[in-house]
């Protein structure tokens, strides 16, 4: 028997009591979903944590991403949920919600099955704390001429002259680079480490004919939108070349051929002292305040242990140093696994 206070329930039509929604427009739809929300947002600018509660089921959920909490979290039950907001609704300074009219983000009805139906709803939300520190963009992006200084300004924002980043980035990839540009024109010092060649070596190293399976308004990066010519599933190269060039252009602060060889956290100056070997030949050590791991949710390669694999004439390869099947042929081939990579 579950040890959980709140064995999980979907919201069915029977357990609410209701009947189907009646509702056939999409102004209807967003006119419940507009009332519910403005109930919502009353609430949490007068932080009224009763009220927010009140338009929870018991069983509930807030799912936190990195909101209300330095954390992703998923809150389950009212009182976790009450919990809460008493101790970082009010320090975090949740304001300024907006319920999002986007195409993709605008209020929906999703019936999943004939006795669960969701309304469907999307807003925005601004934090005191950030308010003092705007994006630089438009009319806040750089306004002076840079004759013949811009490399040099560059080269010591690479390098690290004028003093250490706040925040160290491990990887370069889609997710280091997006925290990275945002740092950036946030005026946040950064840097990010990246232990490959190049920036885009994570799908430059891959096999020859891969593509995305992810269509591009998935794979979009911030201040650079893809260009409307570029095609719906991204090929994998394509895409390296163009994380090298974002980078490049929305001047990131990137060191390739690096690794990180030690860290150690001070408890009473609340920083990181990162090792960090550059190029397999210069060693930097960085006190950074936050670390970011950006590196990705794969693992290393595993192969499984076959008896008398070692005794194979032929080829034995993992499917990551797999590139072409130029070599094979005309040759018979046995793969082992039929998931993504195996097929």
Request: with cysteine; hydrophobic share 40%; glycine share 8%.
């Amino acid at each position: 028997m579950s040890d959980d206070p709140f064995p999980q329930q979907l919201p069915t039509l029977g357990r609410l009591g209701v009947g189907e929604p009646t509702l056939t427009s999409a102004t209807e739809v967003a006119e419940v979903a507009t009332a519910w929300f403005n109930t919502f947002s009353s609430a949490v600018a007068s932080y009224d944590i009763a009220a927010i509660l009140d338009l929870f089921l018991d069983d509930g959920f807030w799912k936190d991403t990195l909101a209300l909490t330095w954390d992703f979290r998923t809150i389950e039950g009212r009182d976790a949920i009450r919990n809460l907001l008493d101790h970082r609704l009010a320090p975090t300074g949740f304001v300024d919600l907006r319920l999002s009219q986007e195409p993709f983000l605008a209020p929906q009805l999703l019936k999943l099955f004939p006795d669960l139906v969701l309304l469907r709803l999307s807003f925005e939300f601004g934090t005191k704390s950030l308010n003092d520190f705007p994006e630089q963009i438009g009319l806040l992006r750089r306004h002076t001429a840079e004759h013949g200084t811009w490399e040099e300004r560059r080269c010591r924002e690479v390098d690290l002259a004028d003093g250490d980043p706040t925040v160290l980035v491990i990887g370069a990839g889609h997710s280091g680079l997006e925290v990275a540009a945002r740092l950036k024109y946030l005026g946040v010092p950064h840097l990010v480490i990246e232990k490959k060649a190049r920036v885009g070596d994570n799908w430059r190293d891959r096999y020859n004919a891969l593509c995305l399976h992810t269509p591009v308004w998935h794979t979009q990066l911030p201040y650079i939108p893809f260009p409307p010519t570029w095609p719906v599933y991204s090929p994998a190269r394509k895409l390296a070349d163009w994380l090298e060039g974002y980078a490049n252009y929305l001047e990131l602060n990137v060191w390739t051929s690096s690794v990180i060889t030690k860290t150690e956290w001070n408890d009473h100056l609340n920083t990181w002292t990162v090792e960090i070997n550059r190029d397999g030949e210069d060693t930097r050590i960085l006190k950074v305040k936050h670390l970011v791991f950006a590196t990705g949710f794969g693992g290393h390669p595993k192969s499984p242990d076959i008896p008398g694999k070692e005794d194979f004439k032929g080829e034995v390869i993992h499917s990551s140093g797999f590139t072409s099947a130029a070599n094979y042929i005309g040759k018979r081939a046995v793969v082992v696994g039929t998931c993504t990579s195996g097929m």
